[in-house]
């Protein structure tokens, strides 16, 4: 290597000791890459000191500049970081919640029991006289007789319904649940099943769960106490709608987001192997290694890099290169020059030519595995 670039190099490495946030520059982001991809930690902005970078020139090429353009527009490595989790905030709810009711289950009818004519009329003699104690504000009175008439007659969908709303009024949201439950299991059709249902899960600030109960209420027999009660839950309900979709949104982005930067960091991952790869091609003596007549395209001109040590699968037993390779195949295949040109696919063909156990490593690789395929089936030569 030509003395006076050694000295050129040496000097910057000593400016890079003395001033690290030079490599912060944009127009050395291909190096600072390629020291990342090597394992070196580079030290954020700033940190070196608070002296403004020197500039420097810097011959890239055009793909380079492209490339080093959204790092600048973007912010730079400071985008590179991962981002913190995403806390979602309080939503401001308006409306009485309880606390829930921890007793132990009511007691509910045996569904298996015949219901005789007898045992009906007492049924609805037990019910007349809950309403009456409902009247009376006697609401554990009430629930008394409604549990007498539910062992009665397990089979009416209106009697536990009726202990539901008592329930309700005795704010105890849960065993109101479990009875209006058992009604509508009864009558998939009741809609004071679903209207005290709907009631008691706003009281427990289920709002969502409560509007829809409310709703299919509304559409089996609409009442004014069902409309009132949903003027109050159906706000409650919009606003955890909207807020669960701003959440959702937001985790998408930040999800988008860390795809894009992991596509990112491979992609300059690729481009720093690859530029080493051509600094070592240039470095190499004249005539060292099986080269390609003609050079290889996408800048691998005279040898392959590296050559190809050991054993290729597939390929070339003992390192040899077979003799009856029309290579005007390979530089003229439109596939293949495509491919010479990708980062990425010419990263990893250095790496199998390097060590060609490596080629294991690729196989999963939807954009490199075809074209190495590609190039063992053509260097295998004619069967």
């Keep these: 290597m ?3 670039k050694l000295k050129e190099l040496k000097l910057f490495i000593e400016q890079c000791k003395s001033n690290p946030s030079i490599l912060h520059d944009p127009s050395l982001s291909f190096f600072r890459h390629y020291l990342e991809s090597l394992g070196a930690k580079i030290p954020t902005a700033g940190a070196g000191g608070s002296k403004k970078p020197e500039a420097y020139t810097v011959e890239e090429r055009d793909e380079e500049i492209k490339d080093a353009e959204p790092d600048v527009v973007g912010g730079g490595e400071d985008e590179e970081e991962e981002e913190d989790e995403i806390i979602e905030s309080d939503i401001e709810l308006e409306g009485e919640v309880v606390e829930p009711d921890n007793d132990p289950p ?9 219901v005789t004519d007898e045992n009906r009329e007492a049924a609805q003699e037990a019910k007349a006289k809950a309403m009456e104690a409902i009247s ?17 007659n397990p089979t009416s969908a209106i009697i536990y319904a009726t202990r539901a709303s008592v329930f309700i009024k005795m ?3 849960n065993a109101a649940i479990r009875d209006a439950s058992a009604a509508l299991e009864i009558n998939p059709d009741s809609a004071k099943g679903y209207k005290t249902r709907g009631i008691a899960k706003a009281l427990l600030g289920e709002w969502k769960e409560a509007a829809k109960d409310l709703h299919l209420a509304s559409r089996l027999d609409f009442d004014e106490e069902i409309n009132a009660v949903l003027k109050k839950v159906e706000p409650n309900a919009h606003k955890i709608d909207e807020h669960q979709r701003k959440y959702e949104r937001l985790r998408k982005e930040r999800e988008e987001r860390k795809i894009e930067r992991e596509r990112r960091r491979r992609k300059a991952k690729a ?7 051509k600094k070592h091609e240039r470095t190499r003596p004249a005539g060292a290694g099986g ?14 890099p590296g050559g190809f040590p050991g054993a290729m699968p597939g390929g070339f037993p003992g390192g040899g290169m077979p003799g009856n390779v029309d290579f005007s195949k390979i530089l003229n295949d439109p596939e293949l020059i495509s ?3 990708d980062p990425e696919v010419m990263a990893a063909l250095q790496d199998v030519m390097k060590n060609p156990a490596n080629l294991a490593k690729h196989q999963a690789n939807p954009r490199v595995a075809p074209i190495i395929a590609k190039m063992m089936s053509k260097f295998a030569g004619p069967k």
């Design 106 to 114: 009511q007691k509910m009818g045996d569904p298996s029991v015949e």
């Design 339 to 341: 491919a010479f040109k």
């Design 171 to 173: 704010k105890k949201p």
């Design 2 to 4: 030509d003395a006076s």
């Design 291 to 304: 080269g390609f007549p003609g050079g290889m395209p996408g800048g691998f001109s005279g040898a392959m």
């Design 136 to 152: 009376e504000g006697k609401l554990e009175e009430a629930i008394e007789h409604l549990t007498q008439a539910i062992t009665l």
């Design 271 to 277: 481009e720093a192997a690859y530029q080493e790869a």
